[in-house]
């Protein structure tokens, strides 16, 4: 069940005596499966996995982390039928829009929203559609929220190296040797944010399906069979209490 405000302010009150993740990634999987047991149209489950979308950020927020990245829509999945394809593009756009109507959240807990991937492949409404939800929270500075979209790893480390083989490190005459782990990240679609610590993925799927694969080379995987929609409040604290049981262990990786 739904879990009250005065209730998540006193878990996150609790996990804040050990160490939260500053960085989480949701690979929101299981909208379409959501659909099907419910007998709903797929554009449904997408719909419900939206707005879960929305509660997780806010619970992220509650609990003090402060980047989170989320799964939304993989290059990959442009090989899907085409009216398929089309459907979840006219859902990105609409909501992409609706999140300027949740500009309370983003203001209240200084969200900058980032819409990162290879979107030169979607249609150009998306594109207009994420530009203008960058604009409006450009300036927001206490918390950075990444909508991989038209997105894949091996696409963003080509892009990155590519751009790296073309503009060497200055210390380097030439390319060779001038490739350091901090000038790929600073490359990357999420340069500026931390690496992950937390990445969940939801559906039972135990696969990172190519997403934030160098950004998660150090990060606490947690998969968890529950449906992205029906993804709870009390789902994500037991993930970060198993981040903290294993928090030690991780930072001698760093």
Same mark, same amino acid.
């Given at each position: 069940?739904?879990?009250?405000?005065?209730?998540?302010?006193?878990?996150?009150?609790?996990?804040?005596?050990?160490?939260?993740?500053?960085?989480?990634?949701?690979? %929101?999987?299981?909208?379409?499966?959501?659909?099907?047991? +419910?007998? %709903?149209?797929?554009?449904?489950?997408?719909?419900?996995?939206?707005? +879960?979308?929305?509660?997780?950020?806010?619970?992220?927020?509650?609990?003090?982390?402060?980047?989170?990245? &989320?799964?939304?829509?993989?290059?990959? @999945?442009?090989?899907?039928?085409?009216?398929?394809?089309?459907?979840?593009?006219? *859902?990105?756009?609409?909501? *992409?829009?609706? %999140?300027?109507?949740?500009?309370?959240?983003?203001?209240?807990?200084? !969200? $900058?929203?980032? &819409?990162?991937?290879?979107?030169?492949?979607?249609?150009?409404?998306?594109?207009?559609? /994420?530009? +203008?939800? %960058?604009? /409006?929270?450009?300036?927001?500075?206490?918390? !950075? *929220? @990444?909508?991989?979209?038209?997105?894949?790893?091996?696409?963003?480390?080509?892009?990155?190296?590519?751009?790296? /083989?073309?503009?060497?490190a200055p210390s380097s005459s030439s390319g060779s040797g001038s490739l350091t782990a901090a000038g790929l990240d600073g490359q990357l679609y999420t340069r500026g944010c931390p690496p992950v610590d937390l990445l969940v993925r939801t559906s039972g799927e135990t696969?990172?399906?190519? #997403?934030?694969?160098?950004?998660?080379?150090?990060?606490?995987?947690? #998969?968890?069979? &529950?449906?992205?929609?029906? #993804?709870?409040?009390?789902?994500?604290?037991?993930?970060?209490?198993? #981040? $903290?049981?294993?928090?030690?262990?991780?930072?001698?990786?760093?």
């Open positions: 069940g739904k879990v009250g405000g005065w209730a998540r302010r006193a878990a996150a009150a609790v996990l804040a005596a050990g160490p939260v993740p500053r960085h989480v990634a949701l690979c %929101m999987d299981g909208n379409r499966r959501y659909a099907q047991a +419910r007998h %709903m149209r797929q554009v449904e489950g997408h719909t419900f996995g939206y707005r +879960r979308l929305i509660d997780a950020l806010e619970w992220c927020l509650e609990l003090g982390v402060r980047y989170v990245s &989320v799964y939304a829509f993989s290059i990959d @999945n442009y090989r899907r039928c085409g009216e398929e394809v089309d459907t979840l593009m006219a *859902l990105a756009e609409e909501k *992409l829009a609706h %999140m300027l109507q949740e500009y309370d959240v983003l203001v209240r807990h200084g !969200v $900058q929203v980032r &819409v990162v991937g290879d979107l030169s492949l979607a249609p150009a409404a998306v594109q207009v559609a /994420a530009t +203008r939800i %960058m604009e /409006a929270t450009a300036q927001h500075d206490r918390a !950075v *929220l @990444n909508l991989c979209f038209s997105y894949t790893a091996s696409e963003e480390l080509q892009r990155a190296l590519d751009d790296l /083989a073309a503009h060497p696969r990172l399906s190519d #997403f934030l694969l160098w950004q998660c080379r150090h990060a606490l995987l947690v #998969f968890t069979p &529950v449906l992205w929609p029906d #993804f709870g409040f009390l789902d994500l604290v037991a993930a970060v209490l198993e #981040f $903290q049981r294993h928090a030690p262990r991780l930072q001698r990786l760093r």
